[in-house]
């Protein structure tokens, strides 16, 4: 009995989590002014990125144009946040994996503690990047350098590759 209240527990916190990555709302006129505004919105961050990395690429264009939108907005204004782009490790070619890969890093970074670590929250990227091309290889088309770090990834050597890009 036990065992079915847990797994009807978790189901249940399961589809919610996932009823309200899918329902996400930006507000209108977002201001970040102070170092304080960027922290009140760490929330609507973490939950933005979600929806992006599972909402499909063709569902919902418009709303991914606003989630988008204000991720940039408080990525480039955040004090806690910094994210570096290395040649050969950020997707520059596809602007959709671009952001997924800024997502990702700033995913690790809001849940480390802000961490600063270059390789941990590129890694993060990458990974982040590679589950989303996955999901959306149809829409997105082949991309070789996506392509290239999901083979170093599948061999064990991603983190090594990335860490000599450093």
């Known amino acids: 009995m036990k065992n079915t209240i847990k797994t009807v527990l978790v189901l249940f916190l399961f589809t919610s989590a996932?009823?309200?990555a899918q329902d996400i709302k930006i507000p209108e006129n977002v201001k970040l002014e102070k170092a304080e505004?960027?922290?009140k919105m760490e929330p609507l961050v973490l939950e933005s990125i979600?929806?992006?990395?599972?909402?499909s690429l063709t569902e919902n264009p418009e709303k991914r144009k606003k989630v988008n939108a204000f991720l940039i907005q408080w990525l480039t204004g955040?004090?806690?946040?910094?994210?570096?782009?290395?040649s050969g490790i950020v997707p520059m070619?596809?602007?959709?994996?671009l952001m997924t890969f800024l997502a990702g890093w700033t995913?690790?970074?809001l849940e480390n503690n802000y961490s600063k670590d270059k390789i941990a929250g590129a890694v993060a990227g990458v990974e982040h990047t590679i589950e989303f091309y996955?999901?959306?290889k149809d829409a997105l088309g082949k991309q070789p350098d996506i392509e290239k770090l999901m083979r170093r990834k599948k061999k064990g050597k991603l983190e090594k590759f990335i860490k000599s890009k450093f």
């Open 93 to 97: 070619e596809c602007a959709d994996c």
């Open 107 to 109: 995913k690790y970074s």
């Open 18 to 20: 996932v009823v309200t």
């Open 50 to 55: 979600a929806w992006l990395q599972n909402t």
């Open 134 to 136: 996955k999901k959306n």
């Open 78 to 86: 955040s004090p806690t946040v910094s994210i570096e782009l290395v």
């Open 37 to 39: 505004d960027y922290t």
